[in-house]
């Protein structure tokens, strides 16, 4: 399980070093797409997988459908995790998230979320339910 926020930084070569409490997870075969908001999912391969048989059980007949799952897979990507620990993401990747130096990691269950520091903080100071407002909402 992936749980916690990490201080990380990105080298000149787009490298970022996997938390060490992350490692035991996240260690090999991994797929870094684009998040929802602008940050970066990491998922293990058996995680992605499990995604995208769900969505290849929506129907493709629905543009909403169709535009979801285009934006999501093309903006997807293989990586390893090499022996320091760090994977190594796309321009592309970087410039979606509008990552530079300084990042955060968080943990997401079964996902990791790779922020900009600067959109992580304003994503925080943003209009967003407190977790009093959010916890009426979900079911536990």
């Known amino acids: 399980m992936l749980v916690g926020e990490y201080n990380c930084t ?10 060490a409490s992350f490692k035991k997870v996240l260690n090999s075969d991994l797929i ?10 990491v998922f ?7 995604i995208a048989q769900k969505l290849t059980q929506q129907p493709f ?8 799952v285009r934006a999501f ?5 293989e990586v390893e995790v090499d022996v320091k ?8 990747l970087v410039e979606y998230a509008g990552l530079e130096k300084d990042c955060i990691i968080l943990g997401n269950y079964s996902r990791a979320e790779i ?14 339910p407190t977790m009093s407002e959010l916890s009426e909402l979900v079911e536990i």
């Open 44 to 50: 293990r391969r058996e995680d992605w997988e499990v």
């Open 61 to 68: 007949t629905k543009a909403s459908t169709r535009q979801f």
């Open 10 to 19: 990105m080298d000149n070569s787009r490298r970022v070093s996997i938390p």
């Open 115 to 128: 922020w900009s520091e600067k959109a992580y903080e304003e994503y925080l100071n943003g209009d967003i």
């Open 85 to 92: 620990g760090r994977i190594c993401l796309t321009q592309k």
């Open 73 to 77: 897979t093309s903006g997807s990507y």
């Open 32 to 41: 870094v797409s684009k998040g929802i908001e602008k940050c970066l999912y």
